[in-house]
């Protein structure tokens, strides 16, 4: 990927349980965010574990942008609507993954959908792991919504922040659960979404 910024801005913020980061680049896009129960630090290596040696600058007061993330991050945190969206600096990211970031971000709240209509959708039918790697490695948590990507059979599948947390995300935005005959839950049908 190659270091595109000479420079990053970031703020965290603590609102109730729950630390916030986001990172910015020079011209206010967005270029990693996080969030974590487990405190700050945790947060801060989150949003910065791909800029090692980076010119990094921790602020005090956010900028604009950094403020509308910050804010963002937290009412999808409570699964709230979040009418507008910061800035992302995208195009340090191969044109399939930013596709994928693309369509994941795109999912409305109270709905998931599966990595493979992902992958579907991304022109690249058979390509459902490689939607899962991208997943893993989205560096804009809550703001490009993985949580809202679940399995081919409607179970939960995995999260970075623990199964636990996305299935708190995935209730507070209004997504309906069954429980299985086998105890895993799963998604009800009517809660996906189609692209």
């Known amino acids: ?94 044109p399939f993954n930013r596709r994928v970031l693309e369509l994941v971000k795109s999912i409305p709240r109270g709905s998931v959908s599966t990595y493979r209509m992902v992958a579907a959708a ?21 703001l490009v919504p993985c949580h809202r990507v679940v399995k081919t059979d409607l179970t939960i599948g995995g999260y970075g922040s623990g199964v636990n947390v996305k299935e708190r995300l995935l209730r507070r935005e209004g997504v309906i659960f069954r429980q299985r005959p086998s105890g895993r839950l799963r998604v009800e049908a009517r809660c996906v979404y189609r692209f």
């Open 122 to 142: 991304a022109g690249c039918p058979g390509a459902a792991r490689a939607v899962g790697n991208a997943m893993a490695a989205n560096p804009f948590m809550l």
């Open 1 to 94: 990927m190659g270091k595109l910024y000479p420079s990053l801005n970031v703020y965290c913020s603590k609102v109730e349980e729950v630390w916030f980061c986001a990172a910015a680049d020079e011209g206010d896009r967005i270029l990693a965010s996080a969030f974590s129960l487990e405190g700050q630090r945790r947060a801060l290596r989150q949003t910065l574990e791909e800029f090692e040696g980076w010119n990094i600058h921790l602020e005090e007061q956010p900028s604009k942008e950094i403020g509308s993330a910050l804010l963002a991050l937290n009412r999808i945190w409570q699964g709230e609507v979040v009418d507008s969206q910061p800035r992302l600096a995208m195009e340090r990211f191969t």
